[in-house]
């Protein structure tokens, strides 16, 4: 069985290190790096000695593209779309945003020379961490991607124009999401394709359901030969009910077994280990229960010892969370 954790926020080799032989000694046996547009700047060697190390170790190492482009999940600013509002996806009222759109060539031009720096290193397994199109919180109408390149492969697919609705700005059909959905799986394609090229492996994790990341289908990722493993990640809002975190994670943790099963994949399931209420920390055992119940035998939480080092994300008693966490995977703690 694979239990792990994610580690992010420190860039010294020499603590980090000694957290990744606390992270061993605990009983753990994988970990994710978090390696985002400023670790590719700025710190390559680094990551390069940080993946390492804790491959030397024993440790199966996963590293994912953190909010790189603001296409795929995390805390990471990014720039390219600063330096090049080219690359930026435009919203159905016509407004740029600060997520690069996963049809621009530029993009993907990026997105390659990413991966050529990470599989580099001593990486296992490269996390695809939610790819999706941006959306807005509270204003879910305003979808993207509306771009001229969009717009063409739209043309390309459907032999028509982007439909427009009554008020002038495009619509979000059926024909419409499809595009989205179909972009979206030549994207990962093209990226988990090279990847596999250099000999590493392919995790894609998917937002749940009700989330509209514009990947629906999640049969198409686990179809791509490409994709060795899918992931998801049911995470609660504060608030939510025992009831609520058992039911989504059981029929989550059902879904990507059947589909890992039709396709012949693996499958990993991801944990919440931040923003914990303070009593609440049983959560976390629900949700590795329902998992284990259904047989997913790679389970991951975000991120080590309650998420702590980051206050926006730190549980209300990150000690509490990482005891939890370790007891319902049966380690130390």
């Known amino acids: 069985m694979i239990r792990g954790v994610s580690y992010f926020g420190v860039r010294s080799p020499k603590h980090v290190l000694s957290d990744m032989k606390k992270i061993k000694d605990a009983g753990f046996n994988a970990v994710l790096h978090t390696w985002s547009e400023e670790?590719?700047?700025?710190?390559?060697?680094?990551?390069?000695?940080?993946?390492?190390?804790?491959?030397?170790?024993?440790?199966?190492?996963?590293v994912n593209p953190w909010g790189v482009g603001r296409v795929f999940g995390g805390e990471a600013y990014s720039e390219i779309t600063a330096k090049d509002h080219s690359l930026c996806q435009v919203a159905a009222d016509?407004?740029?945003?600060?997520?690069?759109?996963?049809?621009?060539p530029k993009f993907r031009e990026y997105m390659h020379s990413w991966i050529e720096e990470v599989c580099k290193t001593k990486v296992s397994t490269i996390f695809w961490d939610e790819p999706h199109f941006y959306f807005e919180k509270g204003n879910l109408d305003n979808w993207s991607c509306t771009c001229d390149t969009c717009r063409q492969l739209y043309k390309n697919q459907f032999a028509q124009e982007m439909p427009t609705s009554p008020?002038?700005?495009?619509?979000?059909?059926?024909?419409?999401?499809?595009?989205r959905e179909n972009s979206l799986i030549d994207f990962l394609k093209e990226m988990t394709e090279h990847v596999h090229q250099l000999g590493k492996r392919n995790c894609?994790?998917?937002?749940?359901?009700?989330?509209p990341a514009g990947l629906d289908d999640w049969l198409k990722v686990a179809a791509l030969p490409s994709v060795d493993e899918i992931a998801s990640d049911p995470y609660w809002e504060r608030g939510a009910t025992e009831e609520w975190v058992r039911t989504h994670y059981r029929e989550t943790a059902d879904?990507?077994?059947?589909?890992?099963?039709?396709?012949?994949?693996?499958?990993?399931?991801?944990?919440?280990?931040?923003?914990?209420?303070?009593?609440?920390?049983?959560?976390?055992?629900?949700a590795v229960e329902e998992s284990l119940k259904a047989g997913i035998k790679n389970i991951f939480a975000w991120s080590y010892r309650g998420t702590e080092t980051l206050s926006w994300l730190k549980s209300d008693n990150p000690e509490a969370v990482a005891k939890t966490y370790r007891k319902s995977l049966g380690l130390k703690f």
């Not at 670790?39 to 996963?62: C, F, P, S, W």
């Not at 008020?167 to 595009?179: A, Q, S, Y």
């Not at 944990?271 to 055992?285: F, M, S």
Request: include cysteine.
């Open 39 to 62: 670790d590719l700047q700025y710190y390559k060697e680094t990551m390069g000695q940080i993946v390492g190390d804790a491959a030397d170790l024993g440790l199966m190492v996963y």
């Open 94 to 104: 016509g407004t740029k945003k600060i997520a690069a759109c996963p049809n621009q």
């Open 167 to 179: 008020n002038g700005h495009p619509e979000l059909t059926d024909k419409v999401k499809l595009f």
């Open 204 to 211: 894609v994790c998917m937002l749940p359901p009700w989330f």
């Open 255 to 286: 879904k990507l077994v059947s589909v890992a099963h039709t396709c012949h994949k693996d499958v990993q399931m991801w944990i919440k280990a931040y923003q914990i209420e303070e009593g609440r920390e049983d959560d976390l055992a629900i």
